[in-house]
């Protein structure tokens, strides 16, 4: 594909208003800085405001199309969609770049998050209940029960000890 001006604000223009990536030849990006060079070394030459004017709005809107590309490809690595279908090769990388960047943070986080589970499982005590308890406020402001009389429950050491030291309930 030639790379002109109207191709240019055509491409902006679908890019705007279509949440999907527009398919662009691999090529794209130096085809559109050749055109932009050219275009630069036509404003410089000529002296006139035009060409120059004429340079900046391409310019503009080359990094109008890189920026909403940008954002629907960090979009495409979170949401997990490996495609490179009407990326460019600089896109096709920065799409992997993310979405291995994107897996490493998930299961860092998954991790964090299963470590706390281990350590929340640490600090739980089993006791058996001997006699009803109704629903009580604890010491860290969660409310507990109610609990039957016979019932097994999990509890936070310091709420199990409350209630063996109440002789409500003992040792599993």
Avoid at 91 to 120: C, H, I, P, Y
Avoid at 127 to 133: A, E, G, M, P, Q
């Amino acid at each position: 594909m030639e790379i002109n001006y109207s191709v240019l604000r055509e491409i902006q223009k679908k890019e705007m208003e279509s949440t999907k990536i527009v398919t662009l030849d691999g090529d794209f990006y130096v085809k559109a800085s050749e055109f932009l060079e050219k275009k630069k070394n036509d404003a410089l030459s000529s002296g006139s405001i035009l060409p120059i004017r004429e340079y900046e709005n391409i310019k503009k809107i080359i990094h109008s199309i890189k920026e909403r590309r940008e954002e629907k490809i960090v979009l495409m690595a979170i949401r997990g969609e490996g495609t490179n279908k009407g990326l460019t090769p600089e896109e096709g990388d920065l799409l992997a770049e993310l979405s291995a960047s994107v897996g490493r943070f998930r299961k860092r986080v998954t991790e964090m998050f299963s470590e706390e589970e281990k350590t929340v499982k640490k600090d739980i005590r089993r006791v058996k209940l001997l006699k009803d308890v109704d629903p009580y406020k604890g010491l860290d402001d969660n409310v507990y029960g109610p609990f039957r009389n016979g019932e097994e429950i999990e509890l936070p050491p310091a709420e199990a000890e409350w209630l063996l030291k109440a002789k409500l309930a003992e040792n599993v």
